[in-house]
Nanobody
Framework: QVALLESGGGTVQPRDSTRLSCEAS????????MGWYRQAPGKERSMVAL???????TYADSVRGRFSISRDNAKNTVDLQMNNLKAEDTAIYYC??????????????WGLGTRLTVPS
């Protein structure tokens, strides 16, 4: 099994910066893509940023240029640096990982989520 533990979030003022972190633990062969999704009130969960084990990144259009994703493969961690925050960034942020397990193939795992509020 895999556990994703998120940290960060809270209330951050507009135009300020903050950082979310996530650490994967458990028994697995490898982690493929890691990243962050978010779900704003009344909306569906959507991708924010993803990073492959090789370092290839993908960003949602709404955050490109403001957010930066990075990972440490040795530590099984992924971080999301968020700059110039806007009220529309308010959401619950979920850590995501695509993991190769020893006996159950590849599965997607999710953290419990961390809330970020940017007041308008």
């Amino acid at each position: 099994q895999v556990a994703l533990l998120e940290s960060g979030g809270g209330t951050v003022q507009p135009r300020d910066s903050t950082r979310l972190s996530c650490e994967a633990s458990g028994s697995f062969v490898r982690i493929n893509s890691m990243g962050w999704y978010r779900q704003a009130p009344g909306k569906e969960r959507s991708m924010v940023a993803l990073i492959t084990s090789g370092g290839t990144t993908t960003y949602a259009d709404s955050v490109r240029g403001r957010f930066s994703i990075s990972r440490d493969n040795a530590k099984n961690t992924v971080d999301l640096q968020m700059n110039n925050l806007k009220a529309e960034d308010t959401a619950i942020y979920y850590c995501y990982a695509s993991v190769d397990l020893y006996y159950d193939g590849t599965r997607d795992w999710w953290g419990l989520g961390t809330r970020l509020t940017v007041p308008s």
